[in-house]
């Protein structure tokens, strides 16, 4: 069972390497888009911003992806404590169709 | 005036930002209560504020990871995540999705991306439309031939009941999932979550829409667990799907922050509604909110095939659009707040009686 898991993961990571080249194979040659953004308009913290899309997408996509889920969890855990305070039970329900 | 407009760094465009935290409200209510990000309704009113297509796409999967998380975590604690099914659906939603996304980047490419999605929607929001009120009319036939001979439906019993063929595969590992409820194979949610990343990635959607209705017609889950183990695997492909747009430099994440201030209330109570509405009622609700969709996508379509109308199509998709997450999220908030005001009023009287 295990060797069959091997092979189904190993399988698996190769079509997203492979099957995406393809894809985009069919289509024309066209040249990259390549998007900046204007840094000139800004100061403090859009400045940084801006920049640091124009520098490293990398980075700039590491903090996206940190940063929205630490907000959601705030936001999360400040609704649970207004909810439980109104008086709503939160952890039961009756499951039912109809 | 100028106080209602934020400069969006990335994009370099001005947006009026008390649409977006509207825009968020409502979306929040829609997708914590259906199960599901809600980008068919964020990126055309994305891009009705003025968002180009390439910026909608990636902003608004952005946000619906955010507040996916919101939802999870309650519905979580109602007992309405399988996490089992949602990590093992994981798998075929990431490679799906891949696939789906670089797709769109080659379409995006030949500049025909706006076309085939539109068609896509369209063929799609039709067919999950048909299934579920198919779906609602043969639990109708069964309660009333049931009722003939003096008996009552089972509560967690349905209408259309193709995940027990489904369950009928069974190609190792055999897997047993407690909260769905469920004993099927494991490549069974595997192909579905396949299938429905990879129509999500194309899409630029979180995938709800598609796997909501996959997860209760094909898997077979009940309702209520559907939209939970939905909202997970949004939120998981959501922050998959933002570092990929992202890495594409394709998001904005101030207008993703300012929407999760309005989503956050919105998830809540679209999450806690649930818990006062059966089933059914979720899924008529969730197939007229799809009715709507596909007419508005449709009359976008007829303004590019007939210029001369063009502005009143499109005008009329974008109020239907609008007054359509309008009504939902105003039905789903007014049937949260009477059945949590019964709850409170219910909890208040077995005090007093006690005492």
């Not at chain 2, 049931?146 to 967690?156: P, R, S, T, V």
């Not at chain 2, 027990?164 to 190792?172: A, E």
């Amino acid at each position: 069972m295990r060797k069959l898991w091997a092979k189904i993961t190993g399988l698996a990571i190769l079509a997203t390497l492979l099957l995406p080249e393809l894809v985009a194979a069919a289509g024309p040659a066209a040249a990259p888009l390549v998007m900046v953004a204007d840094t000139r308009k800004f100061t403090g913290w859009e400045a940084w911003w801006t920049n640091l899309y124009n520098e490293s997408h990398f980075w700039f996509t590491v903090v996206t992806v940190v940063s929205i889920p630490i907000v959601g969890l705030l936001f999360g855990v400040l609704a649970d404590l207004i909810m439980g305070a109104i008086g709503i039970d939160l952890k039961s329900r009756e499951l039912a169709e109809h | 005036m100028e106080f209602f407009y934020v400069m969006m760094p990335i994009a370099g465009i001005k947006i009026f930002w008390p649409g977006l935290i509207i825009l968020g409200i409502g979306v929040g209510i829609i997708g914590g209560f259906f199960g599901m990000g809600g980008a068919w309704m964020v990126t055309p009113g994305l891009n009705i504020l003025g968002f180009p297509m390439a910026f909608a796409i990636g902003t608004d999967i952005a946000h619906m990871a955010g507040k996916s998380l919101i939802s999870t975590m309650r519905h979580g604690k109602f007992g309405n995540v399988d996490y089992k099914l949602g990590m093992i659906m994981l798998v075929g939603t990431v490679v799906g999705f891949e696939v789906g996304a670089q797709m769109v980047m080659w379409l995006e490419r030949i500049g025909q991306v706006e076309k085939y999605v539109r068609i896509l929607y369209l063929i799609l929001l039709t067919l999950i439309a048909w299934m579920v009120f198919a779906d609602v009319a043969k639990k109708k036939r069964k309660e009333k031939e049931l009722a003939a001979k003096g008996l009552e439906a089972d509560k967690l019993a349905t209408g259309i009941e193709w995940h027990k063929t489904m369950h009928k595969i069974k190609i190792p590992p055999m897997i047993h999932f407690k909260e769905a409820q469920i004993y099927c194979s494991a490549w069974l949610p595997i192909l579905v979550s396949f299938l429905t990343g990879w129509l999500a990635g194309i899409l630029g959607i979180g995938g709800g829409l598609i796997r909501m209705p996959a997860l209760i017609y094909f898997i077979g889950c009940p309702t209520h667990v559907a939209v939970g183990t939905d909202l997970f695997e949004v939120m998981i492909s959501g922050l998959y799907g933002t570092a990929t747009y992202t890495y594409k430099g394709r998001t904005e994440l101030v207008a993703a922050m300012i929407m999760l201030v309005g989503a956050a209330i919105g998830a809540q109570v679209g999450t806690v509604a649930t818990k006062y509405i059966k089933g059914y009622g979720i899924r008529i609700a969730f197939g007229l909110a799809v009715c709507g969709c596909a007419i508005s996508i449709l009359l976008k379509m007829m303004a590019k095939w007939f210029p001369a109308y063009g502005g009143a199509f499109d005008g009329s998709a974008t109020a239907l659009i609008l007054g359509l997450v309008a009504a939902m999220s105003l039905y789903i908030g007014i049937r949260m707040i009477i059945g949590a005001k019964a709850e409170v009023a219910a909890k208040k009287a077995a005090r007093v009686s006690v005492a």
